[in-house]
């Protein structure tokens, strides 16, 4: 027993080693950036994905992130709601919430989405590199594969989301505030009143909605660093260059773009539901209630309800962060004279 703990405490050690916070600090600039940049388009999403029937990308895209979740939880004619406005595509959802609530409208919950973009990015990165630098027991050449990279940013994504669910659960109820005469416009004006009131009306539960169907979402991540580290590990082989190679800020924004353009089109389905669950006009009895209801009354389209402004507002998101990480990454981490020459997992055992 006492070896046992050794060992757990030796482990536990060694990993603490590998901890290295510039990731965490690139990860966080790279997510505030990236929603600051594009919350208007990340609003349009939101709404979206039930409407038709990272810091610097997140300000930019907002409005699509608020188009987004509003299409998502939108059910459809057979659903009428009278604090859910109805919109007919993009176009007329982004006219329709500028004429409602102003400019200002499209920027509703745009604090929660940049905080969660930076508390997500940073803590996901810190939590990926850490395990992944200690898996790899320090040398950056062993090519762990695609299986170890989706497990250890599976494990990355469940760490990360159970800290930032409930920032995102107030981001979901501050965009589906809808126009100035409506009761529920004034019912949370920030994100941490928003954050108090969920917690006071509903308790913990409640800032935990749509964790179930989240935990589901965590193969988004593990896809997209799957693919994000394949296609740089292939291209430097190609290359005949050490996989961890540096590589131009134009390369890593087209291995960034379409490794989340592959992730994102596979596990969009489970975003509509949680963004379902979590909103605040409509009750359903848990996640398979919802996937039910969602099938009948709309059909495999529900499931992808907002998937056009989504991509229009993560592809660049995720290019936006990915450059920012690896460029603050590149200024942090001294050059090398010499590396090592490429090594596989098999044969560093």
Request: hydrophobic share 40%; aromatic share 12%; glycine share 10%.
């Amino acid at each position: 027993m006492e070896s046992s703990n050794k060992r757990v405490t030796s482990g536990m050690g060694s990993l603490m080693t590998h901890i290295k916070l510039e990731h965490m600090a690139a990860g966080v600039t790279g997510g505030v950036v990236s929603s600051l940049a594009l919350h208007p388009l990340d609003l349009l999403k939101v709404r979206f994905q039930g409407v038709t029937g990272g810091v610097v990308s997140s300000l930019a895209l907002h409005p699509l992130d608020l188009l987004k979740v509003r299409f998502q939880v939108d059910e459809g004619p057979n659903h009428k709601h009278s604090a859910r406005p109805q919109y007919r595509g993009i176009i007329h959802a982004f006219r329709t919430i500028v004429e409602s609530d102003g400019w200002k409208g499209l920027y509703r919950g745009v604090t929660p989405n940049v905080t969660g973009a930076g508390v997500s990015w940073g803590l996901y990165f810190l939590f990926y590199n850490t395990t992944k630098t200690y898996m790899q027991d320090g040398d950056t050449t062993i090519n762990l594969g695609p299986g170890k990279h989706m497990f250890i940013a599976s494990l990355a994504g469940l760490a990360t989301l159970t800290i930032a669910n409930p920032i995102w659960v107030s981001k979901t109820r501050m965009c589906l505030q809808y126009g100035t005469g409506s009761p529920a416009n004034a019912q949370f004006v920030g994100m941490w009143e928003t954050l108090y009131g969920v917690y006071r009306l509903e308790g913990v539960r409640g800032l935990y909605r749509g964790f179930l169907p989240g935990v589901f979402g965590i193969s988004h991540g593990a896809l997209q660093f799957m693919a994000y580290e394949e296609l740089k590990t292939l291209y430097n082989r190609h290359r005949n260059q050490p996989i961890d190679t540096r590589l131009t800020s134009l390369e890593y924004l087209t291995f960034a773009a379409l490794s989340k353009m592959f992730a994102a089109a596979t596990t969009y389905p489970y975003q509509v539901v949680r963004s379902r669950l979590q909103e605040q006009h409509r009750n359903y009895n848990g996640v398979w209630d919802c996937i039910k209801q969602i099938w009948v009354f709309e059909g495999l389209y529900g499931y992808y309800k907002g998937l056009i402004p989504n991509l229009l507002r993560v592809t660049p998101a995720c290019a936006i962060t990915f450059i920012v990480y690896e460029s603050i990454i590149t200024a942090l981490t001294p050059p090398k004279d010499k590396p090592p020459a490429i090594k596989s997992s098999a044969s560093a055992q």
